[in-house]
């Protein structure tokens, strides 16, 4: 096991605060936090990890300063989630090249989650992904990768790691992504070919205008996830006014269920937040954006506790259709509402109440299909 304390600096919780200090109600009283020394994580279900790399953007300023400006402004909320403890280990030291930086982070989540915990990664590029993959790659665990963005990072032609890290995230071997799944790209930031070449990997790629008319149908694919990627370039500007910006996207309340959907997953163990630069901010706002966004995945993290085993058959409402030769059961929790479907292979997949109601028309559920095509 590492020493963590050789690759994170502590939080400087004064500067967060200049004012009388937080009251008893706010995040900032009920989280574990790397000010002096590095707390103990064993209680831990989520643990904190801010980062400063902005290389793989373009942008070479030091002291950029993300994470702390979100932790600013995630430390003022309440705290509501009592049963979910949270650890703020401080942040990953900048490395002398975005390789060493890449290697420091992927050592620190690979860290985690030998420890079983759920990492939130907060502030760099979009490619820092990379290196959030890379800890899977070390423990050689294999995953199912879920990206949200506006644009699709497969621009081999350009020199940005942050626009074509999903070249070797995708690709490179030995491989450990079982399945991707694109969330929110806006198609005139995409080429055609590239979502042909998406569809011919058995790639889910779904277009910002069908997540936002049926955002529900997205829970059952963070569901089945395990890493998580957000860019802030995915809200729309007004919502997010920071970064590369568009005026469409999602709302801010769309992206707050997104990643309340990320923190009721069982499966997910990684997120990370990317793409947010306080210089181009407007008082603060991405980075209270950001902060609600946390708060709904604690939230999500909280209510996944109350989720039955599916083995807990008692706790599930059956049906079963035959809209296939063999018949397919479905499953609906008691407790929460949502939804699994078995393959022929006997899985239980996430799928959508939309899915059930496919199968009982005699209609195949397109996420049955998909799943079959994969393998």
Same mark, same amino acid.
């Given at each position: 096991?590492?020493?963590?304390?050789?690759?994170?600096?502590?939080?400087?919780?004064?500067?967060?605060?200049?004012?009388?200090?937080?009251n008893?109600?706010?995040f900032?009283?009920?989280?574990?936090?790397?000010?002096?020394?590095?707390?103990?994580?064993t209680?831990?279900?989520?643990?904190?990890?801010?980062?400063d790399?902005?290389?793989g953007s373009?942008?070479f300023e030091?002291q950029?300063n993300?994470?702390?400006?979100?932790?600013?402004? !995630?430390?003022?909320?309440h705290?509501?989630h009592f049963?979910t403890?949270?650890?703020?280990?401080g942040?990953i030291?900048?490395?002398?090249? !975005?390789s060493?930086?890449?290697?420091?982070?992927?050592?620190v989540?690979?860290?985690?989650?030998?420890?079983?915990?759920?990492?939130? !990664?907060?502030?760099?590029?979009?490619?820092?992904?990379l290196?959030?993959?890379?800890?899977y790659?070390?423990?050689?665990k294999?995953?199912?990768a879920?990206?949200i963005?506006?644009?699709?990072?497969?621009?081999?032609?350009?020199?940005?790691r942050?626009e074509?890290f999903l070249?070797?995230?995708?690709t490179s071997?030995?491989?450990?992504?079982?399945?991707?799944?694109h969330?929110?790209f806006q198609?005139?930031?995409?080429?055609p070919?590239?979502?042909?070449?998406?569809?011919?990997?058995r790639f889910d790629c779904h277009?910002?205008?069908?997540?936002?008319?049926?955002?529900?149908?997205?829970e059952?694919?963070?569901?089945?996830?395990?890493?998580?990627?957000f860019d802030?370039?995915?809200?729309k500007?007004?919502?997010?006014?920071?970064?590369?910006?568009s005026?469409?996207g999602?709302?801010g309340?769309?992206?707050c269920?997104l990643?309340r959907?990320?923190g009721?997953?069982?499966?997910?163990?990684?997120?990370?937040?990317?793409?947010?630069n306080?210089k181009?901010?407007v008082?603060e706002?991405?980075?209270?954006?950001?902060a609600?966004m946390l708060?709904?995945?604690?939230?999500?993290?909280?209510r996944?506790?109350?989720?039955?085993?599916?083995s807990?058959s008692?706790?599930?409402?059956?049906?079963?259709?035959?809209?296939?030769?063999?018949?397919?059961?479905?499953?609906?929790?008691?407790?929460t509402?949502?939804?699994?479907?078995?393959?022929?292979?006997?899985?239980m997949?996430?799928?959508?109440?939309?899915?059930?109601?496919?199968a009982?028309k005699?209609?195949?559920?397109?996420?049955?299909m998909?799943?079959?095509?994969r393998g």
């Open positions: 096991m590492y020493d963590l304390h050789d690759f994170l600096s502590p939080v400087d919780i004064h500067l967060l605060n200049e004012d009388s200090g937080y008893d109600g706010q900032a009283k009920h989280i574990a936090i790397y000010d002096t020394e590095l707390p103990d994580v209680d831990a279900d989520i643990v904190l990890v801010g980062v790399e902005f290389r373009g942008n030091e950029i993300a994470a702390n400006i979100i932790r600013r402004q !995630l430390y003022q909320l705290y509501w049963d403890r949270i650890a703020d280990i942040n030291k900048t490395g002398a090249s !975005l060493d930086s890449y290697a420091a982070i992927k050592t989540v690979a860290e985690l989650a030998r420890m079983d915990k759920t990492v939130v !990664l907060i502030g760099g590029s979009h490619d820092v992904t290196a959030q993959y890379f800890a790659r070390q423990l050689n294999t995953v199912e879920t990206c963005d506006a644009t699709i990072d497969l621009r081999g032609e350009s020199s940005l942050s074509n070249l070797e995230m995708l071997e030995p491989n450990f992504i079982k399945h991707y799944n969330i929110g198609s005139y930031f995409v080429h070919r590239m979502l042909e070449t998406m569809d011919k990997l277009r910002v205008g069908k997540a936002k008319e049926n955002i529900e149908e997205m059952p694919v963070i569901r089945n996830t395990h890493l998580l990627s802030i370039n995915a809200i500007y007004s919502d997010a006014p920071s970064g590369k910006c005026p469409n999602f709302t309340e769309e992206a269920i990643t959907y990320a009721m997953s069982t499966n997910l163990s990684s997120v990370g937040i990317y793409g947010y306080p181009e901010d008082n706002l991405t980075a209270v954006l950001i609600q708060w709904y995945f604690i939230d999500g993290k909280s996944s506790k109350q989720e039955a085993l599916l807990e008692n706790l599930f409402n059956e049906f079963n259709t035959s809209f296939t030769e063999e018949g397919t059961l479905f499953l609906q929790s008691r407790r509402g949502r939804w699994w479907m078995q393959l022929p292979d006997k899985k997949i996430a799928c959508s109440y939309n899915d059930y109601v496919s009982s005699n209609e195949m559920p397109e996420r049955w998909r799943s079959q095509e």
